[in-house]
Structures are given as structure tokens and as C-alpha cells.
């Protein structure tokens, strides 16, 4: 944006020329020098207003200065002294040359001039004096020094065209609103000066002169060096804010990520992170790098968008052999600084033809790379390079750049850490858990578990068990804590319900046996989980035939129902303590179910979130379980998206259901009066409803079956004695009765009359055992049918 002065701009000569050779800006001063207008020139190449055919030889740098001969409209040779600056565009790529030259100030002063008085010019420090036009009028030998000039070159001149930079700009509105204002001010700026490749920091002191009237007539600069603080009160600014940026998660990229962009542009221009290619090495790093180097680039940055100095991008691995910094500075272990200049890239860039050209493009002149190390491992490399900021890198920056990679290597080393037992622990539940859930005939049932996405692996966990009488139980549990731990904790737990479930326990009996079962496992010297051992639990136990749902919760959250065409509720149920309190009961309570209900059961972190409400994630819930669903497994998936957030801070395990019922056409029921005459009765009686099943094949072993279990409920139980055939992929015969006292095998002697009926049943089907129930027990068994 141009700046507007309340003086005659005219006083200096002043004209930009693109990096083309272009002239693309021409005052009214280069009018006057040279006569011609700016109509005549804008556009045209400015090797024209050379006196001479050619061109002025201008080395690299930021600025030049010297005496050119340039052709004036009448045709004549005007020696000219200019003063050049290399311009660079915002974007640090291109830009154009600024070229001025005084045409006002060099004659002498009047004795009297207050400009003339000021008390400064022989102070030790740089001292310059402006007049009211913010043109050099005077300045010292220490101000000569800084610019590079002497005074009789400048004098004339606006700080803005003897800095020629955007710094230079700021200053002089600085300038301006001391003169307009009347008061001292003091200003900090970054800024290179005489020509030298280092930018420096300067405080500026700004004061008014004044004459004996008290008028303002110029402005006194005194500039002071404080680089060496600054820079200090940098490096520590940088260190504090590596502590705070870097590590903020457990994620190996975003760490990389952070460091690099904690050192652009503080540090330099184009960073690169790179770390050892774990399909090589794998979890752990090797205790010894050798070149060649397969290394995957994580993370980059620069001050250009795009970062377009990268030649890898971000999960790219490359092969950095032992000529390269890289590799290098990695089997060092130590960092290494190259420049252009010196011709320390060479071999690696003619070798690597596409960073050469990169290199090149860009105009990188330094590059420093420093080794990733933490617990005496190298895990990667930093690479840090230059190309906008024209000083190479220095020790301090060398010292500041170690300090930051090490901390950011630990953390890097701990998402490292962290990863491997996250993926140890996922392997290990996942191990534990069901891989497919079995196929009953009385639910239809799908799952689903996530893990958190920041604190890791936990200990959820849920499983479906068929139990006898075609009845099936469900159970979902959350073991506390994260990590392997809480997954083996979680395996445990899982096989004991499994252990006790088979012993058709009912659901409370079944919690309080896992109960002293945490119990012991938390009181247990030998194991680690101690202390901080604990657990919920829901057990649920679905009966197809009597189309009833019992359940008992410790410390878990209720599950949600919808019946068919209804809306979803969740179960008014009393959740008893957590696993592992002792000495509370549990209570169960029952639920008559109508064919189709969807039960939903799941662990806490599926609504409780501390970046959420409870209350508006339990909502959610209820209304996507009462949306319409193509199947069970889309309602699942449905759920999970609109309850779930993008990253859970705890896992969540998911199990839904759909009940079936069995029809009354595929159960049959016979009450057995307690004689012993009867039993033929009833033999025929199973005979016959397994020829109205067409299931003739199966009568022999049937019949043998029902002939021990009604015998044995007869002689040994106590009444009343039923007899319940079910038929479904299994045919299953169940004799009931009021005594709790369960049979067992044993060996008949040679001459012993009984105690082989059992042994019998054992053999001839493919499983069977007892149940307690609410009334006494029921023996079961159950043998395979035909297909078909």
C-alpha cells in the first residue's frame, strides 16, 4: 500500500525496475533528473537510459550502490550515484529493484540551522537527524557504519530509500508521528542494514529537534544493536512454546507435525520430519542406524503455501544413502550443518538430481539436520533448511534447534510407546472377543466395538451364549482402566461369565458369583490389576418359548427396548453396585417380550463423553433407534453415527438384538403324574409328536431318553414333574421337577441293577445337564437332527 506524505516527494529520484528489466515505476524526481516523462519510460526496458549500450553489473545481495551514466531527454550524459535495493514479493520468490537517488540536501547549512545544533552527532552510538521533510540532514560515523555509506552519498535521502525495505517504511510513519506529534517514541524493528547478509534487531529512539521558538524541525534517531537479547528472549520464547505445542497427543504424526511447525519460520523457512519406516524396523527402532536409510516422511512445513519445496510427501518412504545429511547426522548421532556455499550438499544433489532442482528453484542456501533421539534411540531426523532468510544457521541456532528436536523425540518416543501396546492391546481384545457372534433361532443379534480414539484400547467387552432350552443369554461389560491390563482383566472376566453361564445360573446369582470373583482378583498379591480393579456388567438371559427377557445389572447402564411399532424406552432397572464393592446384592427383574423387540445393550462411553451431555447423547440414542433400519446390522451402524462424537475418549461396545419366538407348534408339554406305571405312557406319547414333526428317525433315542429322565424325576424328585419336547435345529427334551438336587454320572459296577441311565442319555445325544430354576431344576438334553 502506498504511503502519503505531506511533503515534496519529488526531492528524490526514484524509479522500480522488474526483475525482467522493466521499469515499472517513475517519479516526478527521475523526471526532473532525466527530463524524461513517465509515459515515455513505464514499460520499457530500462537499459535504454543507459548513456552507454549494455548493462550495469549488479552483484548479488540486497543492495548496491555506485556512479552510472545515464542519457537525459535532450541527449546529453548525466553522471548519476545511485543507490539500489533488491526488493523480494511477499511470497519470498521474485521481486524488483528499487533505485534512488537525492536531489535535494547537499548543499550546506546555515550556522544557525537547529538541525545543524543537535547535540547527538557525536554520541557512540548511531545518530542521524531528519529534517521536517524526513530527509537526511546530518548523521555520525556509528550511523555511517551501520548503513554502509558515508552521509555526503545519502544526505537528501528518506529512511525509506536508504533501507528500501518494508521495515524501513514502518520506521519512517514512526518518524512521522513523532514530528507530527511532538513526542519522543521508541520502536523495535528486524532489519538488514549496509548490505550485509544478517538481519539484526534495532531499537530505535525517536526524538523531536526543536528550534528556540519550540518548533518542531526534524526528528534525531539513535539506533542500538540488541540482537544478542533479543535473540535470547527468543530462543527462550521458542523453547517455552516447544514445551506447549509439541506432545499435545499421543499421535505420532500430529507430534512430527508440531515440531515443524513450531520452527517455521522462527527457525527456518522449510522443515522437514522423517522417521525410521516401521515396516523395516518395526516396533523398535534399531539400536544402530546404517546407511543406506529407508526413511517415511511424517510431517513438513513451510513458509509458502502448499509447501512446494517438498519433494516427498507425507507417508512417502525414501532411500537416503550414506552421502546424504540425512543418513549422515543419523549414524553420527550427532547435528550436521551444510551450505551452498561451501559446497557441502554437492555430492548429495548431484546424486538426488530432483532436490537439486528443487534446491535450485527455491534458492536454499542452508539446511541443518538434526537426529531424533530419545532413550538412547535414533528414531528420525529433522531437516531444516533457508531460502527467504538469507543467513546461514549459526550455533546458537544449532544449540536452540537440538534442544527442541529433543524434546520433541521423547515425545515422539512415547506416541511410539504407546502405539505399540494401543495396537497390543486392540490385538489382545480383539483376540478375546467373539469373532462372530453364534446363530440362534432365538434372537437374531449384532455388535459392533470401537476404541477410544485418545485414551486408548480399554476393557469392554460383550458376548452371546446359547443356553440350554434354546434359550440364549447376552452380556455386556467395562473393565476400568485402558491399556493391556484392562484387556486381560477383560478376558478373565469374559470366561468366567462364559463358565458360570453354562452353569445356567440366573442373572443375579450369576453377577454375585463375578462379584467374589473381582473380589478375589483385587485382594490377589500376585497380580498387578490390584487396587484398581473394577468392572460393570449387564446379564441378560432371553427365553424364545416363554418369549421373556431376564436381566440383572451391576453398576451398568440399563438397556434400551423397542417394541414392535412402539417407541424406544430404556428398562426402569435397579443396577446393583459395580463388580467388585461385595456384600450388595443384585436384583433381576423380567420382561415379556413380543416377537421382533430390539434390545439394545451397551457399555457407558456410548453416551457419556466429558466433551458432551449425557442427557442430549442419550436422546440421540433414542431417536436413532427409532428411525427405520433395512436390518439389525444397519441400525447398528446407524447408532453408532449418531450418537458416537468423531474422537470418543472412551472404547464403546454395542450389542443389538432382535427376539424370535418359538411357535406353540414346535414345543410340546406333558404334566407326569409321580408313578412309576406311567412312563410307558409318556414314551409313546413322545413317539407319537415326533411322527406329527416328521421326525420318525429320532424316536428310538427319544424314547430312551424320555425313559431314563421321567424314571429318574419319578423315583428321585418330587412333584410336579413335567416333560417338555422342543424342536428347532436340535430336538431338545427337558423333564422338570420341584427337587433342587441335580444328577450325576457314575460308574455302575458288573452286578449293580441301575446307575447306567444316565451314562446312557450322555452317550447316545450330544449334550445335556441341569438347571435350576425357580421351582426346583430341569434335566435337559439335547440330540442333533437331520437336515432338512
Not at 526488493?87 to 550556522?111: F, H, I, K, M
Request: glycine letters at 8%; charged letters at 25%.
Amino acid at each position: 500500500m502506498s504511503r502519503v506524505y505531506p511533503f515534496d516527494d519529488a526531492a528524490t529520484a526514484r524509479a522500480v525496475i522488474d526483475d525482467d528489466g522493466t521499469l515499472v515505476e517513475w517519479n516526478e524526481g527521475a523526471r526532473r533528473l532525466l527530463g524524461h516523462p513517465a509515459d515515455s519510460v513505464v514499460g520499457r526496458p530500462a537499459a535504454r537510459l543507459l548513456a552507454r549500450d549494455g548493462t550495469v553489473a549488479v552483484p548479488a545481495g540486497t543492495r548496491w550502490e555506485g556512479t552510472v551514466a545515464l542519457r537525459h531527454r535532450d541527449g546529453r550524459t548525466v553522471s548519476v550515484w545511485l543507490l539500489v535495493h533488491r526488493r523480494l514479493a511477499s511470497d519470498g520468490r521474485g521481486g524488483n529493484w528499487l533505485v534512488v537517488t537525492p536531489l535535494t540536501g547537499r548543499d550546506p547549512a546555515a550556522p544557525d540551522d537547529p538541525l545543524e545544533r543537535a547535540g547527538l552527532i557525536q554520541a557512540p552510538c548511531a545518530v542521524a537527524v531528519y529534517d521536517d521533510s524526513l530527509r537526511l540532514r546530518r548523521m555520525n560515523a556509528a550511523m555511517a557504519e551501520v548503513i554502509g555509506l558515508p552521509e555526503d552519498r545519502l544526505r537528501g535521502l528518506r529512511i525509506s530509500e536508504i533501507g528500501g525495505k518494508p521495515q524501513s517504511e514502518e520506521l519512517e510513519q514512526s518518524m512521522l508521528q513523532v514530528l507530527g506529534t511532538g513526542r519522543p517514541l521508541d520502536v523495535q524493528t528486524y532489519m538488514r542494514t549496509g548490505g550485509g547478509e544478517r538481519a539484526h534487531t534495532w531499537q530505535a529512539r525517536m526524538a523531536p529537534v526543536t528550534d528556540t521558538e519550540g518548533r518542531v524541525r526534524g526528528v534525531c534517531l539513535a539506533a542500538h544493536d540488541v540482537t544478542e537479547n533479543y535473540q535470547a528472549r527468543q530462543r527462550m520464547q521458542l523453547v517455552n512454546e516447544a514445551n506447549v505445542r509439541i506432545g499435545s497427543t499421543l499421535d505420532i504424526t500430529r507430534t512430527a507435525q508440531e515440531l515443524a511447525d513450531v520452527c517455521v519460520p522462527a527457525l527456518a523457512d522449510f522443515v522437514t520430519i522423517d522417521l525410521l519406516d516401521p515396516e523395516e524396523y518395526g516396533d523398535e527402532p534399531p539400536a544402530r542406524v546404517t546407511a543406506p536409510v529407508n526413511l517415511r516422511r511424517v510431517a513438513h512445513q513451510s513458509v509458502l503455501g502448499g509447501v512446494p519445496e517438498a519433494v516427498a510427501e507425507p507417508g512417502q518412504v525414501e532411500v537416503y544413502p550414506a552421502l546424504s545429511p540425512q543418513a549422515d547426522s543419523m549414524v553420527a548421532g550427532r547435528t550436521i550443518r551444510a551450505t551452498m556455499a561451501e559446497g557441502d550438499m554437492a555430492k548429495w544433489l548431484t546424486w538426488n538430481t530432483a532436490r537439486g532442482r528443487r534446491v535450485r528453484d527455491f534458492g536454499i542456501h542452508a539446511s541443518m539436520s538434526v537426529p531424533i533421539m530419545a532413550r538412547g534411540l535414533t528414531l528420525g531426523v529433522a531437516v531444516l533448511t533457508r531460502h527467504r532468510r538469507r543467513d546461514p544457521f549459526t550455533d546458537d541456532d544449532m544449540l536452540l534447534a537440538e534442544e527442541i528436536t529433543a524434546r520433541a523425540a521423547v515425545c515422539i518416543d512415547n506416541a511410539r510407546l504407546y502405539s505399540r501396546e494401543r495396537d497390543t492391546a486392540l490385538a489382545l481384545q480383539r483376540s478375546l472377543l467373539p469373532r462372530t457372534l453364534p446363530r440362534t433361532a432365538a434372537l437374531d443379534a449384532s455388535s459392533r466395538y470401537l476404541p477410544a480414539a485418545r485414551a486408548g484400547v480399554g476393557g469392554d467387552w460383550f458376548d452371546v451364549i446359547p443356553l440350554s432350552g434354546m434359550r440364549v443369554a447376552m452380556v455386556v461389560g467395562d473393565v476400568v482402566g485402558h491399556g493391556v491390563q484392562a484387556s486381560a482383566t477383560m478376558g478373565r472376566l469374559r470366561t468366567a461369565v462364559r463358565t458360570l453361564a453354562d452353569v445356567d445360573l440366573p442373572p443375579d446369582e450369576l453377577l454375585t458369583h463375578l462379584d467374589d470373583l473381582v473380589t478375589h482378583l483385587a485382594s490377589d498379591d500376585s497380580g498387578e490389576e490390584v487396587a484398581e480393579l473394577g468392572a460393570t456388567c449387564l446379564y441378560a438371559v432371553y427365553d424364545p418359548v416363554s418369549r421373556r427377557l431376564s436381566l440383572a445389572a451391576a453398576g451398568h447402564p440399563a438397556p434400551a427396548l423397542v417394541l414392535p411399532g412402539g417407541t424406544p424406552e430404556f428398562l426402569p432397572m435397579t443396577a446393583g453396585p459395580p463388580l467388585g464393592v461385595g456384600g450388595l446384592p443384585f436384583e433381576a427383574m423380567e420382561v415379556d417380550l413380543p416377537e421382533g423387540s430390539i434390545v439394545a445393550l451397551y457399555t457407558d462411553g456410548l453416551v457419556e463423553d466429558r466433551d458432551r451431555d449425557v442427557d442430549h447423547a442419550t436422546d440421540e440414542l433414542r431417536r436413532a433407534l427409532g428411525a427405520p433400519a433395512d436390518s439389525l446390522e444397519d441400525l447398528t451402524d446407524n447408532v453408532l453415527k449418531a450418537v458416537m462424537p468423531e474422537q470418543p475418549t472412551d472404547d464403546v461396545a454395542l450389542l443389538m438384538v432382535r427376539t424370535r419366538a418359538l411357535g406353540t407348534d414346535r414345543v410340546a408339554t406333558w404334566d407326569v403324574p409321580p408313578d412309576p406305571a406311567e412312563v410307558a405312557a409318556f414314551r409313546q406319547a413322545a413317539t407319537e409328536r415326533l411322527a406329527a414333526w416328521g421326525l420318525e428317525e429320532a424316536a428310538f433315542v427319544t424314547e430312551l431318553v424320555v425313559s431314563e429322565l421321567v424314571t429318574n424325576a419319578i423315583r428321585y424328585g418330587v412333584p410336579p414333574i413335567k416333560l417338555r419336547l422342543i424342536r428347532d435345529r436340535a430336538l431338545i427334551v427337558e423333564v422338570s421337577d420341584a427337587s433342587s438336587t441335580s444328577p450325576h454320572l457314575r460308574r455302575a459296577h458288573a452286578y449293580d441293577e441301575g446307575g447306567r441311565g444316565l451314562l446312557l442319555v450322555a452317550q447316545l445325544t450330544q449334550r445335556w445337564g441341569s438347571r435350576q430354576t425357580g421351582t426346583g431344576k430341569t434335566i435337559w438334553a439335547d440330540q442333533p437332527l437331520p437336515e432338512g
